[in-house]
């Protein structure tokens, strides 16, 4: 069943995000991602000087993205409006959002499991139109959820595919570089031989 905007109220955030007993991500969470994609991103020389948090939920990646990326201007996009009319970020949909020029990071952690196929094939292209730089991109994968997931914690109303259907639409306008980051096709940073994708 598609979830529609209103589904991601405040008892929808307050379970997954608010609440120690139910949450799948906190603030630890948050850091250990943002060093992630900033250890990569600035070994790579990249400058970041704008950044789109693509279904930026509760804001959890906001504050370590600023601190790792002082000189960089921060927007959220979500598709709640309970979030949007309370942190005040742009709303809209990753599968249509148009900007007025591309991102040098785009964040888009753990969106894509809440779009049916049609709208996720049109965000991953939108995502290579928004990213002229480096781009983060996780999802929750059907192995993912047999393997790795916690069951009790993860929210079962969502599309589990599987990652080859991520990783055909993502080729075409991305790199993959590592542990999730990608690279727009467009940059040809240097790599030594070891720390390019194996094929």
Known sequence: MAR????????????????????VADSGDAE????LIAGIVQYLE??????????????????????LFPKARYEGLEISPFLCRRHGWRQGSLADYEATRPYDLVVCHDVMQYLDDAAAARAIRNLAKLSHGAMYFSVLTKRDWRHAA????????????????????????????????????QLQPILWELEEPWK
Request: net charge positive; hydrophobic share 30%; charged share 35%.
């Open 4 to 23: 529609t905007p209103t589904d991601f109220d405040e008892e929808f955030f307050e379970r997954y995000y608010g609440d120690p007993a139910t949450r």
């Open 32 to 35: 250990r991602v943002v060093g």
């Open 46 to 67: 990249l400058p970041v000087r704008r950044i789109l948090d693509a279904g930026c939920g509760t804001g959890l990646l906001r504050e370590p993205l600023e601190r």
């Open 150 to 185: 916690d069951q009790s914690r993860t929210d079962r109303t969502v599309q589990l595919r599987q990652v080859d259907w991520y990783r055909r639409r993502l080729r075409r306008g991305f790199r993959h570089v590592a542990a999730g980051v990608h690279l727009s096709r």
